[in-house]
């Protein structure tokens, strides 16, 4: 065994069965945030989809991720890497939220983000529709914007719905940016694609400097090209990731609320990734999984294994950083 400091390791699959005890994300200790001591990266559920427009479920999300999670192990089977020899993790459990009041719910959100953005832990999040990016983004970028790289089949660049309503899951990363806690020259969304309402988020986009990437042009260049651009366009800089369930081909995660056909596999979103590494991610989150559309998990195994690929990056930026 690796001579390590004494940090939170998982419960192993090896000594009690992955199906027992009560779930938490990756087997880690569950630890209240108001006892949270000297933690690297805090892995959290927002579970609310008051943003949703027309399928929801992403409430549900955290607590099936929770289980699902249950199913990966400790290393990392192509780096070798193991997240929790590197930095201190821990379940922080669920965020409050109102899901009876979208303008409460946001504050709450980004009120409990902040409060572990102060005790200098990273976040890792399980949401939860794509608006939970709006909150956790004002408590991470509140001092300086933060660059982004954005998986998704939509731009979540839309100024409004319903008459001008500015707060849906179609509309966090146009108000991220207006608020000034996302640098749009340092954001790029790969895998957009599906019919359109009209071309108003994309000309928005383009204007502000975001670099979009239709899936026509991902899959055309590869994984490696597109990240490799992505890198570039991040740098050093701090980095925010989203990674949207919907990013994926319904055939390997139709519990969502918002499906598109022609996505990526999962093989390609893990080699893209994989790719993260080396960047300075302070923070990140899987979004958009719907159990009630998914009653197998499959859906929801899907996003805990991502979540996976992307802390086993944020465990070596910790390291590096150390």
Not at 57 to 69: K, L
Request: one cysteine or more; proline letters at 8%; aromatic letters at 8%.
């Amino acid at each position: 065994m690796p001579n390590t400091p004494p940090f939170n390791q998982p419960v192993s699959g090896l000594v009690t069965p992955r199906f027992g005890g009560i779930a938490t994300f990756f087997r880690l200790p569950h630890v209240a945030l108001e006892d949270a001591k000297n933690l690297d990266i805090g892995v959290v559920g927002v579970p609310w989809d008051g943003g949703t427009t027309n399928r929801p479920g992403p409430r549900h999300a955290p607590r099936q991720m929770r289980d699902q999670s249950s199913m990966v192990r400790r290393m990392h089977q192509t780096t070798h890497v193991v997240p929790y020899d590197l930095a201190n993790l821990a379940d922080l459990g669920d965020c409050p939220v109102n899901p009876a009041n979208v303008d409460d719910a946001l504050k709450r959100v980004e009120g409990h983000f902040r409060k572990i953005i102060d005790k200098g832990i990273r976040p890792l999040s399980a949401g939860g529709d794509h608006l939970c990016s709006l909150p956790i983004l004002r408590a991470i970028g509140a001092k300086k914007p933060v660059g982004m790289i954005h998986f998704d089949a939509h731009t979540d660049l839309y100024d409004g719905y319903f008459g001008g309503f500015k707060y849906t899951h179609g509309t966090p990363f146009r108000r991220a940016i207006e608020e000034g806690v996302l640098d749009p020259k340092r954001v790029i969304q790969i895998g957009l694609r599906g019919s359109m309402y009209d071309l108003d988020d994309f000309e928005w986009g383009e204007k502000m400097g975001v670099r979009l990437v239709r899936i026509e042009e991902a899959m055309e260049k590869g994984p490696k090209a597109i990240m490799a651009e992505a890198r570039k366009i991040v740098g050093d800089g701090e980095t925010y990731v989203s990674f949207d369930i919907d990013m994926l081909d319904p055939v390997y995660a139709p519990g969502t609320g918002t499906p598109e056909v022609g996505g990526f596999t999962t093989f390609q979103a893990q080699q893209m990734l994989r790719e993260l590494r080396g960047l300075n991610i302070v923070g990140a989150d899987v979004v958009e999984v719907s159990p009630p559309f998914d009653p197998s998990g499959m859906t929801a195994y899907a996003g805990a294994v991502m979540m996976f690929e992307i802390l086993c990056s944020m465990a070596e930026a910790v390291a590096k950083r150390r």
